[in-house]
């Protein structure tokens, strides 16, 4: 008897990604939306989520597109979108530019973020729509992860400036193995058993781990100038309790000072020292909402000497004083 293939095997032996839709995942035509799942008009149709999440409360779904229709200019209310090129080709469309996508394309979309698929060509994503509040800015560790931020952060704000080269482009075997991945996580997430959404998370970190090291992995000049700003970003994620130098990070990034300056700015809004100061303001609200440490205990251990400049710098940025902060916020055992 001939062993069947695998749906890795099946992949593989097409050439150029697979050509139906991926076991488990639920299928979803943008063409064949349900009435009032986009709303407005012009530049300004937005794909509502409740049309994309099933539970209010858990705001999340793996969508397999086979086939993708064209598509017209259109916005996410209120989430993100990880698209997952694995068959045919398309152009990406945005406000200003177009953009040729094929199997192997990965890129992140944010809600506020106007984009469509034109001139398609038997195309087939996997998208992966999430609440970036819920399930990546909420999670401490994942901002230091390398390569975290010039894929999901970065590259998304530079598309525009890199003409997209700067996107993550995958191998075929990367792209098989992370179809597999996104294969398993859709079952744990539509099999809905006790404990799914502990789980869909933990399968959902682990793509975003692999996505994230293999652009660390980015050979493109695109990509490895974003991941020059992203070491300095986790550098001051990993060390943000330690005294930090301008020149440190210059060395980081391997530029001048003035012009990691001027980058830095562009690329986060911020100085490098107003970002430092918000890293070390996060975790002080860790350890305030967590931990019985005294206020100063609090400032020393989140990179502050001066427990008077850490309480102007807590308000400057919460609108509250730490101690007002941790009264509102503090974790309480559910049985005393």
């Known amino acids: 008897m001939t062993k069947p293939q695998t749906t890795a095997q099946s992949r593989k032996s097409s050439g150029e990604g697979r050509t139906g839709p991926l076991p488990g995942l639920a ?15 012009g530049e300004g149709v937005a794909w509502r989520r409740e049309h994309v999440f099933p539970e209010p409360s858990f705001p999340f779904a793996i969508l397999d597109i086979p086939r993708h229709p064209e598509l017209g200019l259109h916005t996410h209310q209120g989430f993100s979108e990880l698209v997952v090129v694995y068959a045919g080709r398309a152009m990406h469309v945005t406000t200003e530019e177009r953009y040729p996508i094929g199997p192997g394309d990965v890129f992140v979309i944010s809600g506020e973020s106007a984009h469509g698929y034109a001139d398609v060509d038997d195309l087939y ?22 390569g975290f931020h010039a894929l999901f952060r970065l590259e998304p704000r530079y598309r ?14 990367e792209l098989d193995h992370l179809l597999t991945l996104l294969e398993r996580m859709s079952r744990v997430y539509t099999a809905r058993q006790p404990g799914y959404e502990l789980r869909t998370r933990m399968a959902f970190l682990e793509v975003v781990c692999y996505l994230c090291d293999r652009y660390v992995g980015a050979k493109n000049p695109a990509s490895r100038s974003l991941l020059l700003m992203d070491n ?30 001027l980058l830095f700015r562009d690329a986060t809004g911020l100085s490098p020292i107003e970002y430092l100061i918000r890293v070390r303001i996060a975790h002080a609200c860790e350890l305030l909402r967590a ?27 919460t609108g509250m004083r730490p101690s007002e902060y941790r009264e509102r916020f503090t974790l309480r055992p559910v049985l005393e």
């Open 232 to 261: 300095v970003i986790q550098y001051l994620e990993n060390n943000y309790a330690e005294p930090v130098s301008l020149a440190t990070l210059a060395e980081q990034a391997h530029m001048s000072e003035r012009n990691l300056l």
């Open 27 to 41: 299928t979803y035509i943008p063409g064949h939306a349900p009435a009032g799942a986009f709303s407005g008009s």
């Open 160 to 173: 525009r400036q890199h003409w997209f080269e700067s996107r993550l482009r995958l191998a075929p075997d």
């Open 125 to 146: 994503l996997a998208n992966v729509v999430f609440e970036d509040a819920r399930f990546l800015r909420g999670i401490g560790e994942i901002k230091r992860l390398p």
């Open 291 to 317: 931990t019985d440490r005294s206020i100063t205990e609090v400032a020393h251990a989140a990179g502050f000497l001066d427990s008077n400049y850490f309480s102007r710098q807590f308000k400057r940025f």
